[in-house]
Every structure is written in C-alpha cells, then in structure tokens.
C-alpha cells in the first residue's frame, strides 16, 4: 500500500504559507463577521497561477474586503498587470478599496461597484485570467459573459463549485466546446468551505 502520511489535515495545515499583517487582519475580520473569503491555500493557488501564467489582464467577480484581491495583485504588479474586481455591495466595495491602498496596489487593482453578471458585457477584455466568487447560482449566468471575455488560452479559476448552487455552472462548463475544465476537490484550512471544489478551465481558441 502506498505510504501516506497519517493525518493529511494536520500535516498539510503546517505548511499554509504565511501572510503578512494586512492579510491576517483581513482573516480575523472576515472570520468575526463570517465573510467568505478564500483563505490562505487559495490566495496563495491564485498568485501561484497568476504569476505562472504572466497574466497581465485579470479580472474577479466577487471582491468582499479584497482580500484575494490583494493575491492577483501583488501576482501581477510588478510586471505592470491590472485587476479590475467587480462588487455589487457599496459597503463591501469601499472597505476593498481602503485595504487595497493599504496593500499598496491602488494602482494595479480598481474596484468596481457593480453587478458581475451584468456588467460583464460591458467589460471589453480580453481578460487572460478570471477568478470567479460571487453568489454561486449565478455562476452559470456569467459563463456566458465569461466565455466572450476570456482570450482564448486564458483561464478561469472558478471557487466553491462544491456548493450545491454550483451545479448548473459545473454541468454548463463540463458540456461547453470553448472550455476545457477540471475540478479539483481539496482540503482547504482556512477556506469556506474547508472541504471544497475549484474549477480550472481554459478557453479554448476557435470555439464559441
Ligand atoms: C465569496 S465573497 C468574495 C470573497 C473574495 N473573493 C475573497 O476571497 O476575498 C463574494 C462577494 O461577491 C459579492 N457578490 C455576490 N454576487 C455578486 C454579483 N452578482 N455581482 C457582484 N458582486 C457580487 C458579495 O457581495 C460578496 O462580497
């Protein structure tokens, strides 16, 4: 039998990478007021894969305090990238703003107060990366936005396809000819939730 380690959770919880005080802060708040921002684990995935992919053009729909915000940021500042993350609570959109001037990336990431799903025609891209967490159930109301937003190659990193409102957006990629996906179900300290499903997916160039 393959030797594994004996407590996954434990083992893997030692090795969340570390973050800085404006990080933590954020986490205590979002934790005092149960906002559900990504923890750490895919912070950490988000930058890994935004600096992987030299993505220079992000967008997210589904800000909250900025918190993964801050992540595609710094990914992508110091080649001269942008963020535009979109948030349709104006209370929520004011305090990203204010953390997103504390991180110092006011420059590279500009919040919008505005309605993901609806807005997103209006946006131009094309975006080469996508990091999707508003409401679950409309997911799959933005595939179609996304779809003509993402350059083809691009990718979208889809959070909490674990949940059941998630269903339709999964069953919708899994099916669709311009996206190649894969979702991935993982053990996430300090995400909501701790056990969850990501999607990746790619646009696929010369499909609609
Ligand atoms: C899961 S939280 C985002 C957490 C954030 N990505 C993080 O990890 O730091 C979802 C946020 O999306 C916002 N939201 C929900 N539906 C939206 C929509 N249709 N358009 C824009 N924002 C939306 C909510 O107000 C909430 O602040």
Redesign the pocket.
Known sequence: MTDMVKHPETYFSELVPERDTLLKR?EQE?EKER?????PV??QLLFVLARATAAANIL???????????YLGRACAPAGGRVV?????AQ?AGR?RKNLVEAGLADTVSVME??????LPELGGPFDLV?L???KK?YQH?LAGLTGTVRPGGLLIA??TGFRDANGFNRAIFDHPAWQSVQLFSYLPMH?ASHDGLCFAVRMPDAN
């Open positions: 954020l979002a906002i559900p921002i990504v923890g895919v912070g997210e729909l589904g800000t909250a305090t900025g918190y993964s915000a801050v993350s979109l948030e349709n609570d929520m990203a505005a309605d993901a799903v609806n807005t990091f967490d508003i409401e409309d933005a959070d909490n909501s």
